[in-house]
Antibody, heavy 124, light 110 residues
């Protein structure tokens, strides 16, 4: 079965960097676009970034553009999120999610599988 | 990109129907038939309930249905059950390879 397991969260000071990881199993990782979605405590979901199946195309939400970098290693079935210049408002549970149903409009598809999330707290 | 607008809460008695609206703009919901709905229990990952406005993944009860008119999408839960009490989020493709989620709605079963 599809399994996505995030790790790397923790407490970090404002302005510092941190990397998140998402280990995938149970499916052909290199065949799917992958996303990061976050949820601040008590708040709603926010789409963060997407990376194409082979890693050549990457897109970001305006709120993280220039500070976060999404990447993947298909040989290790692992998704990454490198976060720099962290702010208090980046505090959230970060989920990795698989999407299916890509089409030529640039739509990556719906999020059909999610990890359990990893909590990042940005605080001094 | 601003979040799609959902009512903060809706409620209904067991067996009744409830609908959750999701209002966007002509740049997202109004243009693309790529609206999906997610159910999220506290402390759990979201679960896909509806995609492409009205399609249901296998395993999702047919009590859940989706529709769209103009810039507003809707999720309807018919025959409300106790286990339906939780949070629901809509999501739309927003063009330029990006997405926008709704603000979330808590469904309460009275």
């Amino acid at each position: 079965q599809v399994q996505l397991v995030e790790s790397g969260g923790g407490v970090v000071q404002p302005g510092r960097p941190l990397g998140l990881f998402c280990a995938a199993s149970g499916f052909s990782f290199s065949s799917y676009a992958m996303h990061w979605v976050r949820q601040a405590p008590g708040e709603g979901l926010e789409w963060v970034a997407v990376i194409s199946d082979v890693g050549t195309n990457k897109y970001y939400a305006d709120s993280v553009k220039g500070r976060f970098t999404i990447s993947r290693d298909n040989s290790k079935s692992t998704l990454y999120l490198q976060m720099n210049s962290l702010r208090a408002e980046d505090t959230a549970v970060y989920y990795c999610a698989r999407s299916v149903g890509y089409d030529s409009n640039g739509y990556w598809g719906r999020f059909d599988s999610w990890g359990q999330g990893t909590l990042l707290t940005v605080s001094s | 990109q601003s979040a799609l607008t959902q009512p903060r809460s809706v409620s209904g008695s067991p067996g009744q129907s409830v609908s959750i609206s999701c209002t966007g703009t002509s740049s997202d919901v109004g243009t693309y038939n790529y609206v999906s709905w997610y159910q999220q229990h506290p402390g759990k990952a979201p679960k896909l309930m509806i995609y492409d406005v009205s399609k249901r993944p296998s395993g999702v009860p047919d009590r859940f249905s989706g529709s769209k008119s103009g810039n507003t999408a809707s999720l309807t839960i018919s025959g409300l059950q106790a286990e339906d009490e939780t949070d629901y989020y809509c999501c739309s493709y927003a063009g330029s390879y990006t997405y926008v989620f709704g603000s979330g709605t808590k469904v309460t079963v009275l």
